[in-house]
């Protein structure tokens, strides 16, 4: 393995690179182009090594495989993104494994020592943004690309979605189905989407000049039914209750139609949803759910081809892409003044 | 490596062991014990090689990992299943990795090359049936536990559910219920759940000598909420349409309180619906669905803790697991009669 025999480092310091790339053109001398290559095989060569017989030594170790962290798999919403990155992946030849957990100082090491035996050639971390120093000691090691939830600060680069710009679209259109009294479940809000789709929601408010109580901006712990469930029947469960919910997810949104039921109030006579991910229960849900798609497919597929874009090319550093999202209308929230008119 | 280093296989055959317990004692002496442990050190010794340098240059390669073959992401009842693998092998210290995908004869020496190089010392295989070569060559190499779906006739153990008795029980609860037109939407024939579910269903029927049009017995090569719906508005777009459906997967009941929707029928005082898997949306639909609840998260625990069985004695064969499922009854489905009386 290249760090053992050879001092990746100071070969990297001496040809101005990082230590990634050495190891890159190690294993895969015919990806990296150009100026890069020949500064590195310089570098290695006046250090004193067979340029040649590393290349082969270390190149039978490029059995690849991308990483994808996930947190859980137990938001559906993931499905599709695998989908997207498998395809990508599938299509350079590469296998895609998954590791199930959170990357944190404690497990760090243990990770880059599996990945390093694993023959990982690059990790996508999906799920919890990740910390700044455990973001960079990755990267300094494989290549990483941050996909959904991304730390701005990360030497990494990110794929994601503009959650600003689509929680505020959401909620200008329950705004322009004339509903004012409007909840909002969000999920954790230490995550960056939590945190943005909150901007939204309270940005698209503000310009109208509405103003809600403060207890109906619920943020919850886990995206889950059953929390979404209590938090519903807590909003349903009073006399002044909200006339329509914008929920930060597809789950919550399924759980406030089983609260609504269970108080005899009826989606979207009684009670006006809008989800958030477009999952596939969310068209199948009896109302079906009026929600922001978005392109998860896409998201995986452009993590996938941006992480081999890295691969290519350790040395470039690729822009943060922020794919759009469109609202998608369902059965789930009808105008607000139509309802007065049956009632 | 073992392998290249030393005869696995020739030392196997004099002790009389397989391969993959030679690995092990090279890996970790301190998992095997007794009687098969000496004559593996004797037959090292015997072939002349230095038994505590090869256990020295090994055992540095034990991070041990855990595979998860699942085929999907997608079925959501794979969650807890997936659960109950990570908690066990958590508490034995090996981290969990997950491979999406069918082995298959083209993949699999990829798949074993990959195993061998990053350290997995375990294949617990989820999802579609293995092909028994498939499975007697992975046995060959790595412990193999096959979880819900398994190949009889391989040489490795299972843990899995009994789907017959299962679906009989379900039967025979929408038969108690005095509902005679009973449809049955199905999984993909070639997996051995959906043979037995059908063996089941066929049985309960039998028993009560209740005959249904053959075209009732819908088999779908996929579990998606979209084939579901096909199928489920097939049967409910006639006049001639049965009084209730029971599914092989929760996902298919979802699919039916949709398809019913559509028709301006009702669940449950149109259409009764019977699901099976008890995934966590199972309850929060509307109406809540009455299902086979599968202990996932104890057939996922079972089988890691099967799987550690496996690792720490090779030579053991440990007999298969079939666990008891339980019908859980909710909204989705009333007694007959009492419609009759309702309308």
């Known amino acids: ?72 798999i137990e938001n559906p919403f993931y499905n599709n993104i695998l989908k997207g990155i498998k395809t990508s992946a599938t299509a350079h030849g590469f296998p895609v494994i998954i590791y199930t957990g959170n990357i944190d100082s404690k497990n760090l090491s243990n990770l880059l020592f599996v990945s390093k035996k694993t023959c990982v050639g690059g990790i996508i971390c999906l799920g919890r943004k990740l910390e700044l120093p455990i973001a960079n000691a990755i990267e300094e090691e494989i290549p990483l690309v941050q996909c959904c939830e991304y730390n701005k600060d990360a030497s990494s680069v990110y794929v994601s979605i503009n959650d600003y710009l689509a929680a505020k679209n959401a909620t200008n259109h329950i705004l322009n189905l004339n509903y004012r009294r409007i909840a909002f479940i969000n999920g954790p809000i230490s995550y960056n989407y939590a945190q943005e789709r909150l901007r939204g929601f309270e940005a698209a408010l503000a310009e109208r000049e509405v103003t809600i109580p403060p207890n109906w901006k619920i943020s919850l712990p886990e995206v889950s039914y059953s929390l979404g469930l209590s938090a519903a029947s807590q909003l349903l469960g009073t006399d002044d209750r909200p006339d329509a919910i914008f929920c930060a997810a597809d789950v919550f949104a399924l759980s406030v139609i089983k609260a609504a039921n269970r108080y005899g109030l009826n989606v979207p006579r009684d009670i006006g949803v809008v989800g958030f991910d477009n999952i596939e229960v969310a068209s199948i849900a009896v109302p079906s759910i009026t929600t922001i798609n978005q392109p998860a497919f896409q998201i995986g597929f452009t993590a996938g081809e941006t992480m081999f874009e890295r691969i290519r090319d350790p040395e470039a550093k690729p822009s943060p892409i922020l794919l759009d999202t469109e609202l998608i209308s369902r059965d789930s929230i009808i105008p607000f003044h139509r309802k007065v008119k049956l009632s």
């Open 1 to 72: 393995m290249a760090r053992a025999s050879i001092p990746v480092t100071k070969i990297a310091k001496e040809a101005g690179v990082s230590p990634a790339t050495v190891s890159r053109v190690l294993k895969h001398p015919e990806l990296v182009q150009g100026k890069t290559r020949i500064l590195i095989e310089n570098a290695i060569k006046n250090a004193g090594y067979d340029l040649e017989a590393l290349v082969k030594q270390n190149s039978n170790n490029s059995n690849n495989v991308i990483m994808v962290i996930l947190p859980t």
